[in-house]
């Protein structure tokens, strides 16, 4: 890691909302990996939390990559997001949730492809098998968003609600995000693929918990997902 007030290349961008049981954990394993890159940071948005998130974040002291910024009273994963956006100093930023689903071991490979110049915007692909994920309709919910998006926008995409996206910090800034929720996982493809931007695709590695291990997501989700693209489509 270089000295403090080198450039920073890549922006880590954490959200965060009632995750006491996973935050500190998450945010470790973000510092354990090693970036194809000279200088990070990490930004945790803590989101309003109503649980001990706060209280676990302000506890310890973190190394110089992380950035902890509150929000109060809770904005929605999407005014999370566009908070570190705007926030952010890196290069290049990718989002990453704080509920270990994701692995943030993967960060490199949706690096890589943007720092030599094949692509302008990197998304993670999960693979679902019957130990990682949700369950049948969660699956095939995704799904139908992801048929529902390749026909309004003619292209061709695997899985436009993963959270790991990836592209430079400028690009971020530069979609007009106004999403609240969960929906700005469909704001953003829509929004590159509008501007005719392909998205390029790398595989990572997934494991969805449980409601009862803080799985947030509701059915009524997917409507609000299918209605952002319809939305964007027609702007």
Request: aromatic content about 8%; glycine content about 6%.
């Amino acid at each position: 890691m270089s000295q403090t007030g080198a450039p920073i290349d890549l922006s880590i961008l954490m959200p965060a909302y009632n995750e006491e049981r996973t935050i500190e954990r998450a945010i470790e394993e973000v510092l354990a990996v090693e970036y194809p890159v000279k200088r990070f940071e990490l930004l945790v948005v803590e989101n309003g939390s109503t649980d001990a998130t706060r209280e676990r974040l302000l506890k310890r002291e973190w190394p110089e990559p992380v950035r902890i910024i509150g929000v109060n009273p809770n904005r929605g994963k999407g005014g999370a997001v566009r908070t570190a956006i705007q926030a952010a100093r890196g290069t290049y930023s990718v989002i990453l949730d704080a509920d270990l689903e994701y692995d943030a071991s993967d960060i490199p490979s949706l690096i890589e492809p943007l720092l030599v110049g094949d692509a302008q915007a990197v998304f993670g692909v999960r693979g679902f098998s019957s130990h990682t994920s949700y369950g049948f309709w969660y699956v095939m919910g995704g799904k139908a968003v992801n048929l529902a998006a390749n026909v309004l926008y003619n292209s061709w995409l695997s899985d436009i609600t993963t959270c790991m996206k990836a592209c430079s910090t400028d690009l971020y800034r530069s979609l007009d995000l106004r999403e609240r929720s969960f929906t700005i996982d469909a704001e953003i493809p829509a929004h590159l693929l509008r501007r005719g931007i392909r998205i390029h695709e790398v595989p990572v590695r997934y494991r969805a918990r449980s409601r009862e291990e803080g799985k947030k997501l509701r059915a009524s989700d997917g409507v609000r997902l299918l209605w952002t693209l319809v939305r964007c489509r027609v702007e």
